[in-house]
């Protein structure tokens, strides 16, 4: 007798407990979920999740399962099936990230903070979910790799140099047409017609011209040309071969 009581105690206890539980329980899971949070994600993928939530085990340190890798997409992706009553989210983005497609159940809007591109979203009576498909170019810092940066200083140098050199060689151009038309003009000084318009020909000509040449392009006597080219020869500027029978005449160097 005495064990039937026991037995009818103990199953007493088990029903009032019971009966406590389902007492209880529906206040648990009518609990309402929130979640007011930041969400970083650097350029190795590491996520790290901060703020106010009661949902369990959502914020984290340096996590990898939020993120993957193809070839050089990478992709973030946070879902969580319990509904929300609010949820307000904000992700930062590695530096110098492209946006290539992006996925949320609530409503999102971009925008951008130093280097980096931020992601909003808000909902209510929602699940959270959200998947961002980017692209990190560049360094990770957002600046131009060193080596981009040494390139761009050589070629930079090496323009430099070009143009020094092409404005010397247009001086030296210069100053050399210069001289020459100079002294051009000085062969002249002091010289009859004539003379001038011997001197003319043979600077026209780079070769000796045979003083019947000469002659013939001037349409000049031949004792007319004979007694000029002998007073240019005196006065230091041509210079007189004769050969044979013909007088080959240039100017002197």
Same mark, same amino acid.
């Given at each position: ?65 939020? &993120?993957?890798? &193809? ?14 009553? @609010? ?10 990230? &492209? ?24 909902? @209510? ?18 600046? &131009? ?87 240019? @020869? ?20």
């Amino acid at each position: 007798m005495s064990l039937l009581r026991r037995k009818l105690k103990l199953y007493n206890v088990i029903i009032a407990i019971w009966l406590t539980l389902f007492t209880i329980s529906p206040s648990l899971y009518a609990q309402d979920l929130y979640a007011d949070i930041t969400i970083d994600i650097t350029d190795s993928g590491f996520v790290t999740i901060d703020g106010t939530t009661n949902f369990p085990y959502l914020l984290t340190i340096d996590n990898q399962n939020y &993120t993957y890798k &193809t070839r050089d997409k990478w992709f973030f992706n946070i879902s969580k099936n319990e509904i929300f009553s @609010e949820f307000i989210f904000k992700v930062l983005l590695p530096p110098s990230s &492209t946006i290539y497609d992006i996925n949320s159940s609530g409503t999102i809007w971009i925008s951008k903070e130093s280097n980096r591109l931020v992601v909003y979203g808000l909902g @209510e009576n929602k699940s959270i979910s959200l998947l961002i498909n980017y692209q990190i170019s560049k360094s990770s810092d957002g600046k &131009t790799p060193s080596f981009i940066s040494d390139i761009n200083l050589v070629f930079s140098i090496l323009i430099i140099i070009i143009f020094i050199l092409i404005f010397l060689n247009m001086y030296r151009s210069y100053n050399k047409r210069k001289v020459s038309v100079k002294s051009y003009v000085e062969q002249f000084k002091g010289l009859t017609d004539r003379q001038k318009q011997i001197m003319k020909v043979l600077n026209e000509h780079s070769e000796t011209l045979t003083q019947t040449r000469i002659e013939k392009i001037l349409n000049m006597p031949k004792a007319a040309v004979s007694r000029n080219i002998h007073s240019l @020869e005196h006065k230091g500027l041509i210079e007189i071969e004769k050969v044979g029978m013909s007088n080959f005449i240039r100017l002197k160097k």
